[in-house]
């Protein structure tokens, strides 16, 4: 009879700051991608996802007086941040854990790091506020994020978004829904968009795919009242206006609604064929399978991507840094694929960079990472 014998050696303890998947799906992509990537480049550390700071839901108001901010009790080797955490609300949110575990003698661990703006100020003031503890580790989704904050780490890398690992720890599974072009518009109205020659009234923008020209009409009105403020995508819902066509381009439309949280059922099923939910792996699975992702939403463009497929993304906010990193320096003018070579080769180069840091800092891990799951794995 065979028996357990529990892991004496010491494994690192790595906590991986996680939550608000239920507010934005698309922290879960990211998320799970560092997760990954860390287990990848060090198979004997402990790494595990563990809550983020209540501050995110509402950011100008940082963490409530009443919160336990529990992250910061927890005996830890390394503490990872992740995305955009240099931001002007930081010292609200999650400085205060950052100091206490450097304090502690925990290494701070940056993955993926972006900024919400890219500006002059912007980029100052997060420089003042990184200065205070410096992370050990520092890898960032986009190059000017490189290029403004990498001098301030120890170890810094001009890296890809960990979420072009979702390929890789969550293969597609195949369905049996017909050929579909995935839709994701739950911050702004859905826009207007056809192939058909006939097309009449405003066109805002057009663009090729596929051997066909491409219409677009945004709402204006109602588009604009979305970017002043998140609330007016409810209303819109509620008023019953963000519908859409059941077909376009004579492909089933299946939509996705990244923010489950606050639920609405106006507006989460507010048209047809909406998959909305609190957990990643179905939405993985649609963008997986689409022949087409439009979005407005970037991580829902760079699962889609990860995956192999094209995107296009209807967005103006400057965090699209990150996909311009992957090359696709056209995705807001016309759907685009990433190289997939070009990606594995990238994810490779970062595991390897993430494996040799964290030997300088914890030794030898005691066991082969295995860099298998970086070829082919897109095209499961």
């Known amino acids: 009879m065979s028996q357990y014998h529990p892991k004496t050696a010491k494994s690192p303890r790595i906590g991986v700051l996680t939550g608000y998947w239920s507010t934005n799906i698309g922290n879960a992509f990211f998320q799970l991608g560092a997760v990954y990537a860390l287990q990848q480049a060090y ?9 983020d700071q209540p501050g995110y839901w509402n950011t100008s108001a940082g963490n409530p007086d009443n919160a336990l901010d529990y992250a910061k009790h927890l005996d830890l080797d390394a503490i990872v941040i992740l995305g955009p955490y240099v931001r002007p609300e930081m010292n609200g949110i999650v400085s205060d854990l950052i100091r206490t575990q450097h304090e502690k003698g925990a290494k701070i661990m940056v993955l993926a790091a972006g900024m919400m703006q890219y500006d002059p100020g912007t980029i100052e003031l997060s420089r003042s506020l990184m200065k205070e503890c410096p992370p050990q580790i520092f890898t960032t989704r986009d190059t000017e994020t490189y290029n403004a904050l990498g001098d301030l780490a120890e170890f810094a890398f001009d890296g890809v978004d960990v979420a072009t690992f979702v390929s890789d720890l969550f293969p597609k599974v195949p369905t049996d829904l017909e050929p579909y072009i995935a839709v994701n518009f739950d911050q702004i109205p859905e826009p207007l968009i056809s192939t058909d020659p006939g097309f009449s009234g405003r066109a805002d923008r057009s663009f090729d795919f596929d051997g066909k020209s491409w219409k677009v009409q945004h709402p204006k009105k109602r588009t604009e009242l979305c970017y002043k403020h998140r609330a007016y995508i409810f209303l819109d819902s509620l008023l019953g206006l963000n519908k859409g066509p059941e077909r376009l381009d004579g492909k089933l439309i299946v939509r996705t609604d990244h923010r489950y949280n606050p639920f609405l059922m106006k507006k989460n099923y507010r048209a047809s064929n909406i998959y909305s939910g609190d957990v990643p792996y179905s939405y993985l699975n649609i963008y997986a399978n689409a022949d087409l992702t ?82 082919g794995a897109t095209n499961g």
Not at 43 to 51: L, N, Q, R
């Open 294 to 375: 439009i979005s407005n939403r970037v991580h829902a463009c760079v699962a889609t991507v990860a995956y192999g497929n094209p995107a296009m993304l209807f967005t103006r906010s400057p965090r699209a840094y990150l996909l311009k990193r992957l090359g696709l320096d056209k995705i807001k003018d016309e759907p685009q694929r990433v190289d997939l070579a070009f990606l594995s080769d990238e994810k490779a180069k970062l595991i390897a960079w993430l494996g040799d840091r964290l030997t300088e800092m914890f030794g030898p891990s005691g066991h082969t990472p295995s860099h298998e799951v970086l070829s």
């Open 43 to 51: 198979p004997g550390a402990h790494v595990f996802p563990i809550g």
